[in-house]
């Protein structure tokens, strides 16, 4: 190392919650690579990335301080010929702190408390954590760094406070997860920061994904002039490398991954989800429900980009409303992407269930009633199939029907994991369109024809839906932004579908309450993201 | 009023979350009583009795701050001739409070800002609330008089602060869930608070169910010695006073409801939450499938106590693994309770799906595919009645069940509300047996057979779990006190057991994700109270 040049290498890991010794192992390993291929000075690991993140209420099963200690104590005596920067849980008597320890020859030679604790939206961190107070700022030759973690970066105190202690780079240490739109938001703050405290800074975040999350990287760094040098790609763990220099806090050619458009960027997430979801739970393969229509279509190209397609079975449940062409085209799309595929019709079922019900229906109209108990059959099959070859079912409803309620609780619902469950529909199509430039997988029918859930004769999703191109802002502005019912219209939709639409995510909270988790891709998902009662009257609000 | 004696009425009231309107009807009707028949000086309500408890994230919505403003105003105008202290959520600028407002003659007299928010278990507060610093006591005649909320007054500043700011009675806004052995912990607190600061307490409660929680009342207070002078009923609404003096804080004969047992109460908090689910939903009755089991035999004396027999539909659908009593001993108690009763067979239904999947089982064993097969027709079976009909589904498991997975998911887990979620399997026994003391409506042989999911020949929970009295502890050891396994074989109990019981635990997290809500009954019930990953990796810890 010379005197003012200073390389920090970001290992941009995808931990494993719990996983404490199975992390330590990659976070040796990324320690290794950065001293001996990229001869790194200093190897920064994400927020939390010994045990994993969130770990929610893992923090306080009795056995993980023990746990963590030792870990700990493994990589301080073995990461050597190289400074660690470690995020961990720290268990101070009956308080727990969002940690770092920094490692330096066998001793940890500074540490830091996480002092801005974030508790909205997916984040609990009062739940468990307290709030340090103190800067962290450690000296390497004649170069002093701080230390801070996450959300400290997004406001003022922390970045100013290591400045005033000496930093002149500072590393923040992060578990970031995506949602779109979210990078240009770090990296205009990491600017704005940097600028206003003339500190070269490194954020460094994990990929991977953990339930409702999906981890994004795209580890970056800025100089002291808040220009961007680095930028890691998305949804691949790696280690990267930026070099800083006293002077400008940058040298060398910037390395920049240049940014993917949304739907990539979206698609590249869900399929990072997927992949993370069944492999780490252990299934051999996943199963899907393939309708023919769009989002099992858009699901299916996702569990094949995720697994394989032979990792993949696609089984279609034909009934006496499914169009011949839907049975088509899902066969189609599975050939195309070597996916196994089956029909089981489930007319007979269907009749016999019907036949016990007739006591008890007498002579009422068929109703929800007999189109629900379609789905309920199909999703039985699928998880008899779930429960006899161990694949997972994914459910392949979108967030505009797990919005309005436009699925079956225990039928299309059914499922492990959620691909699209935050996945608006005008995005399904405009995913599935994307994907398809990708090679041509989804066929072109699937995209054009009016959807439609096909349990009734002629059915169509518009039927007792708005137009999607008007559902889905609603929703957006209902959900996302927290909108009244009056600060909708005024947004310019029609009173009577702004009523027609709050009133259905109202009613449907107890149906969401039951879905499958899927990973969170907006601004606002269903599940922990938006935390609502079920039995509630709020009408107007 | 005399110079020296303040009658307070602590207004025990059930509100329901975010209706603002009817909270504060039921405020002003609690206050007429309060005034005219009781003669009170003053009225206390609840914790946020205006919006409910919890709100979670309907605190966030845009319209919310308006529409509590605007019944705030009407209860200052119309609450006349008493002093009221009323809970609410106070929006200043960007920041919520947990607030209490003190409305006397037409104003706004005081104001209190909840300064110890809880963050854990079922609490979500920091995720809303910033916390208040400063004391709130308010004059009436020549008494004194001091506000805080609830957490406030398990730890020693806010009691102490009200005190030295001159208070003479403390006035305890709750919004405090139902669990067992909680009243004790409640007046243990409030004597030991009152000695210490010389200071009589009052502590009022709301009572109802609300999903995951249900509030018990049992509204409560202490004079300065610490001495209880008044204990309200447990799981009814109503107005209570007491009397206090300048010297002693007490005057009168003090009015305290006898403790029930533990099965008493956890059998009406049941009963309590049971009843307000189905109604606040707007559901005409409650559908069960009824086994001739344990678990399915209390869920339908509770629904029947809940509702009303009349209200109540059980199912009995019965298999080729049926036994003949265990139709028998449903039908029996359906009569005793007045309960509607049918039989639908599945068998048909069974065999024509088994023959759909055939082709694809082709000769593998019989195994749990075929066992939840079953499980999955019944449940949808009772939602096609649901769809129909239009009463809720309420599911049977219980909390034994519910952790180590012995239970069919989108089977026997279907329905919108679980009563026995929470209540272990032993308990269960316990709670049958107490509720026959009450009328003898649960047939005996329901009690002393064997437990078996009845899903194959000569099946028994005790093929594949340990005995219930050796299970249940484990799971409590486990899941309530977050032992480690290690911890847990030293409370006596086999490793084998012990690790098998955790394991299952910690696999079936995926199921209970999509589990009914429950009403908490224990020290840490599934769902809100306790947030584990599903993908994780966490062995022995």
Same mark, same amino acid.
């Given at each position: 190392?010379?005197?003012?040049?200073?390389? +920090?290498?970001?290992?941009?890991?995808?931990?494993?919650?719990?996983? *404490?010794?199975?992390?330590?192992?990659?976070?040796? @390993? &990324?320690?290794?690579?950065? #001293?001996? #291929?990229?001869?790194?000075?200093?190897?920064?690991?994400? @927020?939390?990335?010994?045990?994993?993140?969130?770990?929610?209420?893992?923090?306080?099963?009795?056995?993980?301080?023990?746990?963590?200690?030792?870990?700990?104590?493994?990589?301080?005596?073995?990461?050597?010929?190289?400074?660690?920067?470690?995020?961990?849980?720290? !268990?101070?008597?009956?308080? +727990?702190?969002?940690?770092?320890?920094? *490692?330096?020859?066998?001793?940890?030679?500074?540490?830091?408390?996480?002092?801005?604790?974030?508790?909205?939206?997916?984040?609990?961190?009062?739940?468990? !954590?307290?709030?340090?107070?103190?800067?962290?700022?450690?000296?390497?030759?004649?170069?002093?760094?701080?230390?801070?973690?996450?959300?400290?970066?997004?406001?003022?105190?922390?970045? &100013?406070?290591?400045?005033?202690?000496?930093?002149?780079?500072?590393?923040?240490?992060? &578990?970031?997860?995506?949602?779109?739109?979210?990078?240009?938001?770090?990296?205009?703050?990491?600017?704005?920061?940097?600028?206003?405290?003339?500190?070269?800074?490194?954020?460094?975040?994990?990929?991977? =994904?953990?339930?409702?999350?999906?981890?994004?990287?795209?580890?970056?760094?800025?100089?002291?002039?808040?220009?961007?040098?680095?930028?890691?790609?998305?949804?691949?763990?790696?280690?990267?490398?930026?070099?800083?220099?006293?002077?400008?806090?940058?040298?060398?050619?910037?390395?920049?991954?240049?940014? @993917?458009?949304?739907?990539?960027?979206?698609?590249?997430?869900?399929?990072?989800?997927?992949?993370?979801?069944?492999?780490?739970?252990?299934?051999?393969?996943?199963?899907?429900?393939?309708?023919?229509?769009?989002?099992?279509? /858009? $699901?299916?190209?996702?569990?094949?980009?995720?697994?394989?397609?032979?990792?993949?079975?696609?089984?279609?449940?034909?009934?006496?409303?499914?169009?011949?062409?839907?049975?088509?085209?899902?066969?189609?799309?599975?050939?195309?992407?070597?996916?196994?595929?089956?029909?089981?019709? +489930?007319?007979?079922?269907?009749?016999?269930?019907?036949?016990?019900?007739?006591?008890?229906?007498?002579?009422?109209?068929?109703?929800?009633?007999?189109?629900?108990?379609?789905?309920?059959?199909?999703?039985?099959?699928?998880?008899?199939?779930?429960?006899?070859?161990?694949?997972?079912? /994914?459910?392949?409803?979108?967030?505009?029907?797990?919005?309005?309620?436009?699925?079956?609780?225990?039928?299309?619902?059914? =499922?492990?994991?959620?691909? %699209?469950?935050?996945?608006?529909?005008?995005?399904?199509?405009?995913?599935?369109?994307?994907?398809?430039?990708?090679?041509?997988?989804?066929?072109?029918?699937?995209?054009?024809?009016?959807?439609?859930?096909?349990?009734?004769?002629?059915?169509?999703?518009?039927?007792? %839906?708005?137009?999607?191109?008007?559902?889905?802002?609603?929703?957006?502005? !209902?959900?996302?932004?927290?909108?009244? +019912?009056?600060?909708?219209?005024?947004?310019?939709?029609?009173?009577?579908?702004?009523?027609?639409?709050? =009133?259905?995510?109202?009613?449907?909270?107890?149906?969401? #309450?039951? $879905?499958?988790? =899927?990973?969170?891709?907006?601004?606002?998902?269903?599940?922990?993201?938006?935390?609502?009662?079920?039995?509630?009257?709020?009408?107007? /609000?």
């Amino acid at each position: 190392m010379g005197e003012s040049s200073l390389r +920090i290498a970001l290992a941009q890991l995808n931990v494993w919650v719990g996983d *404490i010794e199975g992390n330590a192992r990659q976070m040796m @390993e &990324a320690a290794a690579t950065a #001293r001996d #291929r990229d001869h790194a000075d200093i190897v920064a690991f994400p @927020e939390m990335a010994l045990l994993g993140y969130p770990p929610d209420d893992l923090l306080l099963r009795r056995g993980l301080p023990d746990a963590i200690e030792s870990a700990l104590a493994l990589l301080t005596e073995q990461l050597t010929g190289i400074t660690a920067v470690v995020g961990y849980p720290e !268990y101070a008597g009956e308080d +727990i702190y969002n940690a770092a320890a920094v *490692i330096s020859d066998g001793e940890r030679v500074a540490h830091y408390r996480k002092q801005c604790l974030p508790n909205y939206g997916v984040f609990d961190e009062r739940r468990h !954590y307290r709030s340090g107070d103190a800067p962290c700022v450690f000296e390497l030759g004649k170069r002093r760094i701080g230390v801070t973690i996450c959300e400290d970066i997004w406001e003022q105190g922390p970045a &100013a406070q290591a400045k005033a202690a000496g930093a002149e780079v500072l590393i923040n240490l992060n &578990a970031s997860p995506f949602h779109v739109e979210k990078q240009g938001e770090r990296e205009g703050l990491l600017a704005q920061r940097a600028k206003a405290n003339d500190l070269a800074i490194c954020y460094v975040n994990c990929v991977g =994904g953990q339930d409702e999350l999906v981890f994004d990287g795209r580890s970056c760094a800025v100089d002291r002039s808040g220009q961007l040098t680095l930028r890691a790609p998305a949804f691949e763990s790696g280690v990267f490398c930026v070099d800083t220099q006293a002077q400008s806090g940058t040298q060398g050619t910037p390395s920049i991954v240049a940014e @993917e458009s949304d739907e990539a960027l979206i698609y590249d997430a869900l399929v990072r989800a997927t992949r993370d979801y069944v492999d780490r739970n252990g299934f051999p393969g996943a199963l899907i429900g393939a309708s023919g229509g769009i989002d099992s279509a /858009l $699901a299916m190209a996702i569990a094949a980009d995720a697994l394989g397609g032979d990792r993949v079975w696609a089984v279609s449940m034909p009934s006496r409303y499914t169009a011949d062409i839907s049975n088509v085209d899902a066969a189609d799309q599975a050939e195309r992407m070597g996916v196994h595929y089956d029909e089981l019709p +489930i007319e007979d079922g269907f009749s016999a269930l019907l036949n016990t019900l007739a006591p008890l229906f007498g002579d009422r109209e068929p109703d929800t009633a007999e189109e629900n108990l379609q789905s309920r059959i199909r999703g039985a099959l699928l998880m008899s199939l779930s429960n006899k070859f161990g694949h997972v079912v /994914l459910a392949t409803g979108n967030k505009s029907e797990m919005a309005v309620g436009y699925a079956t609780l225990y039928g299309d619902m059914c =499922g492990g994991f959620a691909p %699209l469950k935050d996945v608006y529909k005008t995005w399904v199509y405009r995913l599935a369109k994307f994907r398809n430039t990708r090679g041509d997988v989804i066929p072109e029918r699937v995209i054009t024809r009016p959807p439609s859930a096909e349990l009734r004769d002629d059915q169509a999703d518009t039927d007792t %839906l708005p137009e999607y191109d008007v559902l889905d802002p609603i929703i957006e502005a !209902y959900v996302e932004d927290g909108e009244s +019912i009056e600060g909708i219209c005024a947004r310019g939709f029609a009173e009577d579908d702004v009523r027609q639409v709050a =009133g259905l995510i109202r009613r449907n909270e107890y149906k969401r #309450r039951q $879905a499958a988790p =899927g990973p969170k891709v907006t601004r606002r998902a269903f599940g922990r993201d938006r935390r609502y009662p079920i039995t509630a009257v709020y009408g107007d /609000l």
